[in-house]
């Protein structure tokens, strides 16, 4: 009986002496409060701070301490956590437990819930759960005088000093994804672009591109489908969250205490099939309790297979309704492959080629697909297509030769017909011109696709007639140049070729005829709808010199070069009616002289055989400057003095030492300088219309201009579209 009460005196001493080892009144006293449903620290003693870290079968509970001691007087929740319970290291505190050690085993406990996409996009309202990589505030937009984060939405050439990110909106997502990157290599127009609705771009003179390394590599290929929030619509954002692909992937976190249905991401080419947990995959989250000690649940997207309803929606989503620029037809995609055929090869070819249309407005492309279990499947997509602009209204042209990097949308509004001047021809009829190509083929030739421009290769060089010459006196070598126009035409998309030889001589009439038959039958059996022009001056002196009579059948159209003819004794160079005449008597300046008028010039290409509908009148872009000597009241000769460009012609008008005047006759604007030693004649808005009315009225296929480059203040630019009735 003794031994008994020894027992169970020693048994209610137990406590007494834990607590002596636990700690003793001494000890410092450490109070927390846990919030078990948000995993927060929500009290604790002063002075101290704590923090919650979930792991995947324990919470962890870590306190700062201040000073160190033996033990602490530690309560949890209200509970006294024994000394054995908690570590104490480098000046912290750290408790390990569980929920069950203050919950009921059968209550829901938070679990934090971490989703892989493996390579999936998530959608815009699942990002609220992934923490951005960059996140830009702020934002501008189209200003080009910031030098932080903007977003341009207006632009299609410049921005050659900054960083770009190229944005394309995914609908069913409703974010943004990069796809295309430019480290500050090249302007927009330099660049070989997919389609994209805005930039996110960075100038070079950033206070911080140069020294955070994080943010310039964020303007590298590794940036390719990341993905953008905005956190308003375009136009009116002003932060901008970038997800890169290493942050995006793994980093979606949400803490759980009940039934959630998981998200769906979305990944190229595959049909999302679930989230997989190691043993299953699930669509809905089902909260832990207590008793399971799991605080942390990790899944991973699970993908399988694309089926075919997946398929076609998807080369559906690629196949626009309209189209004016190549397309990026797959071949394989998923565990398919995929042969395209198309109802008109010379539009958009089975490779996705798009050629601006002569006839059809609407391409159908057939996909003829096999699954790699061997299953067949067949589907069809129709797409409008951009017609090449008609000619119906008369043609508008002009030669570009400058300037091929800042041509505006108003040149391609208004011509029908734009001469890309020149690819150079050697004397064995070899084409040369890789610069000029390549200057076509980024600044010409999509933004003419999407007007519907013909774009000519105008072949030269005008200021070498003697290479002409050798070529056009050997069939082999007029062969040579002609194929190679062809396989020239095919790769870069242009519609057609100008022959601008200046000038055959008069044995040489021939030899032209022979040229251009050569040229025109293989340009034709190429593409019959493809052009072959001619640049032939108005006047008396060099029209005979290409055998109209016989050359004529060979041309689509000839450019009368109605410009340039006088250049010296007070005569216009450009007239569009004689006028023989001193329109300034005093001064005797002002007349035209024997045929190089317009009127004239047309009089004499009909007498050659050429029909009016063939002709396509020059203007002048450009001034031609005369000037003379004066001694006392007698005036030299006037004498040619040079191009002047029709900018500077703007300024000339302003100067008080120079007086414009109108001649009603020729309709031709000039000026002169007040004491009649300098003449200036060129083409304005007024003469520009009145020639326009009376090609027009007299049924001459239309008008063109020498050079774009020469009037970059696009005043007559303007004036052409005007009086041609040119739309957009």
Not at 73 to 90: A, C, E, F, R
Not at 244 to 252: H, I, K
Not at 397 to 426: H, K, M, Q, V, W
Not at 551 to 578: C, E
Request: aromatic share 12%.
């Amino acid at each position: 009986m003794k031994k008994i009460l020894s027992i169970l005196l020693m048994l209610l001493l137990i406590p007494t002496l834990v607590a002596c080892v636990n700690f003793n009144d001494n000890s410092p006293k450490i109070n927390v409060t846990v919030d078990l449903e948000n995993y927060q620290v929500t009290e604790i003693s002063d002075g101290l701070e704590a923090r919650i870290d979930l792991l995947s079968n324990f919470i962890s509970l870590t306190i700062k301490l201040d000073s160190i001691f033996s033990s602490y007087g530690l309560k949890v929740n209200g509970k006294t956590i024994n000394k054995n319970k908690y570590t104490i290291s480098n000046n912290e505190l750290i408790y390990n437990f569980k929920a069950k050690d203050f919950m009921k085993k059968s209550e829901k406990i938070t679990t934090l819930l971490k989703l892989n996409s493996d390579g999936g996009l998530w959608h815009k309202e699942d990002l609220v759960h992934i923490t951005p990589s960059f996140t830009f505030d702020n934002i501008s937009h189209n200003d080009e005088e910031s030098r932080d984060i903007t977003i341009f939405t207006n632009v299609s050439t410049g921005l050659r000093w900054y960083y770009k990110l190229f944005l394309k909106y995914e609908t069913s997502l409703d974010i943004y994804k990069v796809v295309f990157v430019d480290p500050r290599d090249k302007a927009i127009e330099a660049l070989d672009l997919p389609d994209y609705d805005f930039i996110l771009a960075l100038h070079y003179q950033n206070a911080d591109i140069e020294t955070n390394s994080e943010l310039k590599s964020l303007f590298t290929t590794s940036s390719l489908n990341s993905i953008v929030s905005l956190d308003n619509d375009l136009e009116t954002a002003t932060t901008a969250y970038v997800y890169t692909n290493s942050n995006n992937e793994a980093n979606y976190q949400i803490y759980l205490n009940e039934e959630f249905i998981l998200p769906t991401p979305q990944k190229a080419q595959f049909d999302f099939v679930g989230w997989f947990d190691g043993v299953n995959v699930i669509e809905t989250f089902t909260p832990y309790t207590a008793k399971t000690d799991n605080y942390v649940k990790e899944l991973t997207a699970q993908y399988g297979g694309m089926s075919i309803e997946s398929l076609n929606n998807y080369l559906n989503s690629i196949i626009p309704q309209f189209t004016d620029k190549d397309l990026k037809l797959p071949l394989a995609y998923s565990d398919y492959t995929i042969n395209w055929e198309s109802s008109n090869e010379s539009v958009i070819s089975k490779t996705g080629k798009f050629n601006n249309s002569f006839n059809d407005d609407e391409v159908t492309l057939t996909a003829k697909i096999t699954k790699s279990d061997g299953s067949t499947y067949q589907y069809t997509y129709k797409t409008e297509v951009r017609m090449m602009k008609s000619f119906s209204n008369g043609i508008a042209s002009g030669y570009i030769y400058r300037s091929y990097s800042s041509l505006p949308d108003l040149l391609f509004e208004t011509l029908d017909i734009i001469n890309a001047a020149f690819i150079d021809l050697d004397t064995n009829g070899n084409l040369k011109g890789t610069a000029y190509l390549n200057n076509v083929a980024t600044e010409i030739m999509p933004r003419a696709k999407a007007y519907g421009n013909y774009v000519v290769l105008v072949v030269g060089p005008a200021s070498e007639p003697s290479v002409w010459s050798e070529v056009a006196r050997s069939q082999e070598k007029i062969n040579r140049m002609a194929d190679q126009l062809v396989e020239i035409i095919n790769e870069y998309g242009f519609h057609g070729v100008d022959l601008d030889w200046e000038t055959p001589t008069s044995s040489e009439k021939t030899n032209f005829t022979k040229l251009a038959k050569t040229v025109y039958e293989k340009v034709k059996a190429n593409n019959p709808n493809h052009l072959v022009t001619a640049a032939i001056a108005g006047g008396q002196w060099q029209m005979p010199r290409y055998d109209l009579e016989n050359s004529n059948q060979y041309l689509d159209y000839v450019n009368m070069m109605m410009y340039g003819l006088v250049n010296n004794g007070g005569r216009y160079q450009n007239p569009l009616k004689a006028a023989t005449s001193w329109h300034n008597s005093t001064l005797q300046l002002g007349a035209t002289t024997s045929s190089t008028s317009i009127a004239e010039s047309v009089q004499l290409f009909n007498n050659l055989g050429v029909p009016d509908s063939k002709l396509i009148v020059g203007l002048a872009f450009y001034g031609i400057r005369q000037v003379r000597t004066k001694t006392g009241n007698t005036y030299g000769s006037f004498t040619n003095a040079g191009s002047v460009f029709y900018n500077e012609i703007v300024q000339i008008m302003n100067n008080p030492d120079y007086i414009t005047a109108y001649d009603e006759r020729a309709s031709v604007p000039y000026i002169y300088k007040t004491d009649g030693t300098e003449f200036i004649s060129f083409d304005n808005p007024r003469s520009i219309a009145e020639k326009a009315q009376w090609i027009k009225r007299e049924g001459l296929a239309g008008l063109m201009f020498w050079e774009y480059g020469t009037d970059t203040t696009n005043i007559l630019l303007e004036a052409l579209k005007e009086s041609m009735y040119k739309e957009k």
